[in-house]
């Protein structure tokens, strides 16, 4: 069974930063899955953050938070990772781990808000 669980959401204010992480399990070998992060902000369609891309650990990322956010993955761990520094009210929104080698797998969120 494969499961991907999401921490590291909390309330910030503008300018702060926060570190999310997803563990994964059942996701074997866990190098072989590209990761991404997507978010959701109420009454917004679901976008892509970023990925990291499997074996090569390629980054990509939206025009949004380049410069601002970093992707990262420890394989040894299973955990993909999403650092996000100088946030904005902007950036609140449920964020999701996904992970896909052809089948694509989400996790169940967790919520990230920017406010003062």
């Known amino acids: 069974q494969v499961q991907l669980v999401e921490s590291g959401g909390a309330l910030v204010q503008p300018g702060g930063s926060l570190r999310l992480s997803c563990a994964a399990s059942?996701?074997?070998?866990?190098?072989?899955?590209?990761m991404s992060w997507y978010r959701q902000a109420p009454g917004k369609e679901r976008e892509l953050v970023a990925s990291?891309?499997?074996?090569?650990?390629?980054?990509s990322y939206a025009d949004f938070v380049k410069g601002r956010f970093t992707i990262s993955r420890d394989n040894a761990k299973n955990t993909v990772y999403l650092q996000m520094n100088n946030l904005t009210p902007e950036d609140t929104a449920v964020y999701s781990c996904?992970?896909?080698?052809?089948?694509?797998?989400w996790g169940q969120g967790t919520q990230v808000t920017v406010s003062s």
């Open positions: 996904s992970a896909v080698r052809g089948q694509r797998y």
């Open positions: 990291i891309f499997a074996s090569s650990s390629v980054r």
């Open positions: 059942g996701f074997i070998p866990f190098s072989s899955y590209t």
